[in-house]
């Protein structure tokens, strides 16, 4: 779909279209292999940027934090934020 687009937008098309990766099937499976990633990434892996994640997890080793850590980072950061709040004014 998006190789037939940019081949439309550049006025690429009819008989000029024989190298493998702009066949019909190659798309297809191009675009269901796109579809499988996705799924990987949005429905197994923790994305450590959506907003409504709460595990905890270490990037580097994939290692999640305890309740523990939780807990001293949030009081960290109310304690840093009271702080910011008295030398702001």
């Known amino acids: 779909m998006f190789l037939r687009q940019l081949r439309d937008v550049r006025g690429l ?3 000029k279209r024989n190298h493998p990766d ?11 292999d796109i579809q499988v990633l996705m799924d990987l990434m949005e429905n197994t ?16 080793t994939g290692a999640l934090g305890t309740a523990e850590v939780a807990s001293d980072l949030h009081s960290n ?5 009271s702080d910011l709040l008295k030398h702001s004014k």
């Open 45 to 60: 892996w923790i994305n450590p940027l959506r907003h409504d994640q709460d595990d905890l997890v270490n990037l580097s």
């Open 13 to 15: 098309g009819g008989s």
């Open 22 to 32: 702009l066949q019909q099937p190659r798309i297809n499976n191009d675009e269901a």
């Open 77 to 81: 950061r109310t304690t840093s934020h």
